[in-house]
Structure formats: structure tokens, C-alpha cells
């Protein structure tokens, strides 16, 4: 057999690196100096999945259950899988003197979820520039928080962990229950909350903010994203503080207005896959559960942290319903129309995501005796890398452990990924007439 005339696709290629970066993982957290006490190896390897696709839901408690070690392996699982590990590789083969291939920069496309080659080599230095200086800067903040409560070396150490889990949208935490001793704590819940905002806005919008410094000059993405995540944020908000105000498990348990302010809002931009919470998720009611749902399915926005279908995948369709609806040929927003094949593409990534959740739902309400609110919420809370829980992780049976790990495998890559590392592209030779076809 010749195993050089084996070639992968970028598409391949990031599948595999990923799987590569869990199994070592996974290794690393079985050894006995990375846990308190023994962990077996579904344990260790749905740890190390949750840790490498940014998501955060846990089987064993992060903090007490793994060393100083296997926390550190976590927190390198998650900086790794956040920023890309493409992007490392194209950082240390500069590092080496080497020269960037087109096959490199392709995977680097794929993995950064860019449409064009050009500028992916500068984009990749912007994303590492922007990411330690935003995760030190909100360390520091951090640490005038928790230095006081815990000391300087628990500290420091709590802030540079959660630092790191919130900017990559990981929502990993020291604590069993999570940041809910925090609820109205001003610097946690603005820190925190920035952290994986700016993490989930993307890292083309971050560049583009900093080249055009002025709004009306952005590109439409930018746009998008910017005012996407200011109004569903801001809706979010506004309807959970309605429905949990006086909810006595939740918001109703709070003594002050500004405590529930600050919870509702916490509580209305972390599905956006970011999987912190300062509120117990079981007791929110299923009004409130229903809209995080929605905020977890759609996600944060393209060359993120984050995970989902994207906030800019949603708008396309969004106006695509509103242009048909309409009866006008073009897609147009801000003086720009929307190319057919984005909107293809938004239909295809829709499609497969919600298929692929509903054999994940399916799948698991034959193999797991809970209740199927529950089980909804564990599958897209995976596929949206978000890390929110009803409780019911740990209950899983192996099988169901394996389905919840590989929705997070497929929520990182994201569905084009994984559909096209297994697909082969087809050219067009033949064009055939076109009729039409009765819908609705």
C-alpha cells in the first residue's frame, strides 16, 4: 500500500487533527497525577471532547475531581480549540522559517470558516494579538475581584482560569455550580460577559473594527454581527427578566432589583455558547428554556470562539423569508445585496444541523430513561458548544456519553465541515432544462 498517494481535503484534515488533539487529551487526563481519584476512560475522553470543541459540559466536577495538572490540560484543550489549531501550526511553522503553502492556508479557510484566501496568514496574527491581550487584560480585572476573597495565589489562579474558559466560549469553571455565587456581582458579570461577547463576535469583525475604526465603513458582516447580537441579547434579556421575575427559584429569589437585572442579563447572553451560569438552569421555566433553545441553536457569529449555526446564517434566512415574502427578486441589506450561493449555503447548514439534532434526540430517547425537555436540552446545548446542562450529563449511560460527544465534535467543525470531509465534489457538465415544482 502507498501512503503517499493518500491525500486529504482540508476538510479531512481538520477532522483529523481534532481527533488527534482529543485522543492526546484524553491520554493526558487518564494519567494518575491528573485526577483526585480514578476516572475511567469515557469519563476522561468526554472531558477532553468538551474541552477541545469549547463546550463545557462536564460528567465530574472540573474542580474537585482534576489536579492543578488536569486542569491545566483542560485549560490547553480549550485555548487550543478555540483560537484554532491550524492557527497554531501556521504560528509555529512561522516561528520555523517556513514558508505557508496554499494547502495550509486552505485548511487555515476551513478552519477559520473564511470565504476568501486572502489575508488569512495576517488574520491568524490579529487572532492571537487580540486574544492574549483581552484574556491578560480580563485576568487582571478579574483578579481585583478574587485576589481580595481568595488570596493571591488561588487568586490569580481562579481569574487566569476563567479568564481563558470564558474568552473561548468554553464556560468551564473551578466552581460545581458554576458563577451562581456571583449572580449580581458587577465585576464578575461584566468581565465575564465581555469575555465571551467578544470571543463569540468573531475575529474578522474584531480586525475589521480595528482597520475601519468607524461603523459605516465596516463590512456587512461586521454589521450584522454587531447589530445582531446587540438586539437578540437585548430581547433575550428583556423577556427572561419577564418571565423569571417572579419565579421563587430564580429571579424571585433575589433581593434586589439590580441583582435581577444583572442575572437576567448573564443569564440572556450565555446560551450564546458561552456555558457559564448564575442562575440554576432545572428551575428556569419552560418559557425561558424554550428561548435558550433558540439562542443556543443559533449560536455566536463565524471565525469565533463559539459554536451554532451562526447569528449570520440565521439573518440570511431570516431575510430571505422577508425578501420572498415580499415578492422581490434580490436580497438586499444596507445597500448590499446577498449573493445566492450564502444563501445556499445557510439553507444547507440549517438543514443538516437540524436533521443531525433530531437522529441525536431521537437516538438518545430510546437509550436514556429521562425526560425529553431534558434530553433536548443537553443535545442542541452540545451542538451549540454552549456547555448549559439541566443536570442530567452526568446521568447519561455510555452510549448516551458517546452521542453527546460526538454532537460536540460535530458542533465545532460545524456541518459544511464534516459534510464535506465525507463528500466528493461533483463538477457540473450537463445544464438541464428548468420546472417547476408545487410547494407549500
Known sequence: ?????IHFNPSQLLVLVFLFFII??????KLPFATTESINLIDALFTATSAMTVTGLAVVDTGSMYTIFGQLVILALIQVGGLGIMSFAVLIYMALGKKIGFKQRMVVQQALNQTTLGGIIKLVKRLFIYSIT????????????WVPEFGWKHGLYYSFFHSISAFNNAGFSIWTDSLTGYV????????????FIIGGIGFTVLADIWDKRRFKNLHLHSKLMI??????N???????????????????ALSSLGDKIWAAYFQ???????????????????????LMLLLMFIGAGSASTGGGIKLTTFLVIVFSVITFLREKQRITVGRRSIKEKVVFRS??????SASFIFLAIFTLNITEPLPFLKLLFEVISAFGTVGLSMGITAELSTIGKLIIIFVMFFGKLGPLTLAFSLARPEIEKIKYPSEDVLTG
Do not use: C, Q
Not at 1 to 5: A, E, I, L, S, T
Not at 136 to 143: K, R, V
Open 1 to 5: 500500500m502507498k501512503y503517499k498517494n
Open 24 to 29: 492526546i487529551g484524553t491520554a493526558l487526563l
Open 134 to 145: 483581552i484574556e491578560i487584560i480580563a485576568m487582571l480585572f478579574l483578579a481585583i475581584r
Open 184 to 195: 449580581g456581582d458587577p465585576i464578575v458579570n461584566l468581565v465575564i460577559t465581555f469575555l
Open 227 to 232: 447589530i445582531g447580537t446587540l438586539v437578540v
Open 234 to 252: 437585548l430581547i433575550a434579556m428583556m423577556i427572561i427578566f419577564s418571565l423569571e421575575y417572579n419565579n421563587p427559584s430564580t429571579l424571585g
Open 268 to 290: 440572556a447572553v450565555t446560551p450564546r455558547t458561552a456555558g457559564f451560569n448564575s442562575l440554576d438552569i432545572g428551575s428556569l421555566h419552560e418559557g425561558t428554556i424554550t
Open 347 to 352: 439553507l444547507a447548514i440549517l438543514t443538516i
